[in-house]
């Protein structure tokens, strides 16, 4: 047997422990061309599919490889939600490879534009002749920063009120929307007895669901906002009287909080819900009775949200040039088209809903018209739950404990002060 | 013996109160456990609309296989397949290899600073990898592993856990057996093949157990590593069946969480056996 020496096993020992030690390896140097690195031939687009959009989106690449012969296009599984990919991306960032063309979300994208990490896109869309007014302007303008724009809109969605029209004609009522919430609250009887003991008149997401996205409809519409500007107003008293219709709404039983309503309603359970235009496809699919839609309570109050496409600062000038390229052609009001009738998002472009391809989809799905006529009637969410870093999150924490009982004007206060704070430390210095 | 034939007569004995409290407990215990598997198989067995509905239905009425076969076409699942075998295989290997080795030196072998290689394995056991994910992208990247196996593989090989559960199960092994294999002459590799690890197979079992289940699930470094279908595992691959903005179809998600659950329940149940096996020959010797 062949005999190991002692120093033998000494160097063994050491393998071993180093190899164990592996799993906390130092940083590399970033910066160094870190960024710049990478084929400029060769565009990188990140996505995480919105919408189960990945055979749409490769569709798409096809079509710019046609007509670009010379580019290529590589499509990333950057992870299962805007979140996700917002990790990869930072991870990306500490000195990777990056990306070319980047999906961000409507609370994502502000806090790589604020630390310079995305490259505002105004000079390239120019340079390109992109005519950037044919977005449709609440969108575009969503992604506004320091006079400068830092993503195009992709994958845009704004909240529906979704009804079942069987209920709907059992509890007597029109066959329309309620005009404002108070009118709900006047139908919320009628309603309960149209569903049924054990079930819901009206579902909503929970505080970890974005509850803290649809509720600002309801703050809107009693005249309160989460801030103005970079001033928190949840303390408003058109805030907290919002905040206490929906406690009132929970109380007497109208309301019930879950992680997936649209599931919920789609079964029957619930008479109807709030919830995002992109579940549009899978609720007309899962329910077995005629589901109506209709603009949200109030008058042009209604929030936008959903994704678009950024380029990282860092790349070299060749490549963002390229990048720009195709985060048009993704966006043009072709694919616009294509892509948004794949997936129950918006087109993104005011000329998208004149191709006669759209012309004859809108006819055939009155629904999927609601959600484009809402349009004009959209409105750019408050500073204190998109761009305050953890805003979604925070708010929809205290939702929750205002939808358990506790006392509004307490809650929405200490929102307000949670809120000041985080800008202070870590969004005043930078503006 | 005779202890046994107490604790035999001890059950004969009891009061059938209590029996029922012992089996009404392990029902309850089984169901806990059970129920949700069993709600993962019939509902990956079960057609869209017959998913959410009231009251809840415990049989697919009708079933069907066509999740199955959603699966396999929706996303390149057996690709996915690959690289988690692969993944897992290469990673675990390497793992038992480090563990055992480096906990056999750490253990049974006398040499200057033994005391604060232990110590400095054990730090790293204490630093959770959520922490080190940033520095080790940069460092991974930059030798452009990005998208290949062993930018996922060699990161993920360190084996602090391994070679503190193995050194101490080592450290309990009788010191006279060990030192009769010296005197008869046993160097250290022979050692360790012939007597060590035969008397710690339950252990080994057991580890290689934990290693394989975690590495099999692994999310978030395969995920920050892998672009596509080429290197990425399938916890990432079957992320691609749920509707990341809109309303998921369950049914192929739970086909797919089927599917990936077979390999690890297979294994299981073979080295479960090992795992007696091992036990009752140890009963045996002491």
Known sequence: ?431 | MSARAHGAEAISHRSPLKTVAGYTGMVLVLLVIAVPLFWIVITSLKERQDIYVRPAQWFPQPATTANYSDVTTRIPFLDYMRNSIVITGVLSMSKIVLGVLSAYALSLLRFPGRGIVFLVVIAALMVPNQITVISNYALVAQLGWRNTFQGIIIPLAGVAFGTFLMRNQFLNLPTEIIEAARLDGAGPLKLLWRVVLPMSWPTLVAFSLITVVNEWNEYLWPFLMSDDERTAPLPVGLTLLQNNDGVTNWGPVMAGTVLAMLPVLVLFLVLQRQMIKGLTAGAVKS
């Open chain 1, 1 to 431: 047997m062949n005999q190991l020496t002692r120093r033998g096993f000494l160097g063994l020992a050491g393998t071993a422990g180093a190899a164990g030690l592996t799993a906390c390896a130092g940083t590399g140097s970033p910066g160094t061309g870190g960024g710049g690195s990478g084929s400029s031939n060769t565009i990188e687009f990140w996505s995480n599919h919105p919408g189960n959009s990945k055979t749409v989106e490769q569709q798409i690449i096809t079509a710019f490889q046609k007509e670009n012969p010379d580019l290529t296009v590589k499509l990333v599984d950057a992870g299962k939600n805007y979140e996700e990919v917002a990790q990869k991306f930072n991870a990306a960032l500490a000195g990777g490879q990056q990306p070319d063309v980047i999906v961000v979300s409507d609370v994502t994208w502000f806090n790589f534009a604020l630390n310079k990490q995305l490259t505002p896109l105004d000079e390239l869309l120019a340079s390109a002749g992109v005519d950037t007014g044919d977005y449709v302007d609440a969108l575009y303008n969503d992604y506004t920063f320091d006079d400068g724009h830092f993503a195009l809109p992709y994958s845009r969605s704004t909240p529906l009120f979704y009804y079942n029209k069987d209920l709907w004609q059992k509890a007597g009522l029109e066959d329309r929307g309620p005009k404002d919430w108070d009118e709900f609250k006047e139908w919320s009887e009628a309603l309960k007895g149209a569903v049924g003991s054990d079930r819901f008149a009206l579902e909503l997401a929970d505080g970890s669901n974005y509850l803290d996205w649809y509720f600002q409809n309801m703050a809107w519409g009693y005249g309160g906002a989460y801030s103005q500007e970079w001033t928190p107003t949840f303390s408003d008293p058109g805030t907290v009287k919002a905040g206490r219709f929906l406690q009132d709404l929970a109380k007497s039983g109208v309301v019930k909080f879950n992680a997936t309503p649209e599931a919920d309603f789609s079964a029957g359970l619930a008479a109807c819900i709030l919830q995002s235009t992109g579940s549009l496809g899978g609720i007309s699919k899962d329910a077995t009775f005629e589901v109506g839609t209709a603009f949200l309570p109030g008058t042009d109050n209604c929030p936008t949200g959903g994704a678009g496409v950024a380029v990282p600062a860092s790349i070299s000038d060749e490549r963002k040039a390229n990048a720009v390229k195709f985060a048009e052609f993704l966006t043009n009001a072709q694919n616009t088209v294509t892509f948004t009738q794949a997936t129950g998002y918006m087109p993104v472009r005011k000329s998208a809903v004149e191709l006669p391809e759209e012309v004859s989809y809108l006819e055939e799905n009155p629904n999927a018209k609601t959600a484009i006529d809402q349009l004009p009637h959209t409105r750019s969410q408050d500073n204190a739950r998109v761009l305050l870093p953890g805003g979604g999150a925070r708010i929809g924490k205290a939702l929750d404990q205002v939808a358990q009982g506790q006392d509004v004007a307490a809650v929405f206060a200490a929102l307000d002060a949670e809120s000041q704070q985080v800008f202070d430390n870590q969004i005043k210095s930078k503006l």
